[in-house]
């Protein structure tokens, strides 16, 4: 089944405390991305990358890594969480560039930072 | 950069009724690519339809079709005959074609939409 996988799907951790949201996709998908959601706010992207190695910043970067060593798992990365990185965190991927091709979304992960 | 506006925080029908659900946007960009996603309470991102901007006939899926008036920078969803599994939160998306724009996906804030029974 073709599908983008995010684990843990729920994480309560301290500030300060580094942490690892992974994401993996078994579609072959070039382009993957992540997102942050927050009530009023919608989605919006943290960090995007259009194949292997290659990465870049999106609308709010601040306080979060990625790495694209492989081109199925595109993992994220908080080095040191703080209480404003609450919030639900969704990974998405789709083929190429091509902007009419849906973006497939992981289920996402509720991430608490205390 | 584009933005992308949904002025109904909140939205209700009655089942087998018809809803629109409206958004608008903002963008300098004369191709480019919209969406709406719904969002139950699983979580899971659904895509439910997708229009091209050069295209001028309203895409189409089932109970699902769009209004789309490119001049208005409007793309409106109307669910007809509405299900009690319509109820969701809905996002409309706006994507660039343009690679130095980083193809953006840029979402509203959402409706959430309740069905009454």
């Known amino acids: 089944e073709a599908q983008v996988t995010q684990n843990p799907r729920y994480l309560i951790t301290v500030t300060g405390k580094k942490l690892t949201v992974t994401c993996s996709q078994n579609m072959n998908h070039e382009y993957m991305s992540w997102y942050r959601q927050d009530p009023g706010l919608g989605l919006r992207q943290i960090y995007y990358s259009m194949n292997v190695e290659v990465t870049d910043k999106g609308d709010v970067p601040e306080g979060y890594k990625v790495s694209r060593k492989e081109k199925r798992n595109f993992p994220l990365i908080l080095e040191s969480p703080s209480p404003n990185q609450t919030s639900l965190y969704f990974c998405?991927?789709?083929?190429?560039?091509?902007?009419?091709?849906?973006?497939?979304f992981g289920p996402g992960t509720r991430l608490t930072v205390l | 950069a584009q933005t992308v506006t949904q002025s109904q925080p909140e939205m209700s029908v009655q089942e087998a009724e018809t809803v629109t659900l409206s958004c608008t946007y903002d963008t300098s960009e004369s191709d480019y690519y919209l969406f709406w996603y719904k969002q139950p309470p699983s979580r899971q991102m659904i895509l439910v339809i997708r229009q091209e901007a050069y295209k001028q006939q309203n895409a189409t899926e089932n109970r699902f079709s769009v209004n789309f008036q490119k001049a208005a920078k409007s793309f409106s969803l109307k669910i007809s005959d509405s299900q009690l599994g319509d109820a969701a939160m809905y996002f409309c998306a706006y994507r660039s074609p343009r690679r130095d724009n980083n193809n953006d996906m840029r979402f509203g804030a959402g409706t959430r939409l309740t069905v009454k029974p």
């Open positions: 998405a991927s789709s083929v190429g560039l091509a902007v009419y091709n849906e973006q497939f």
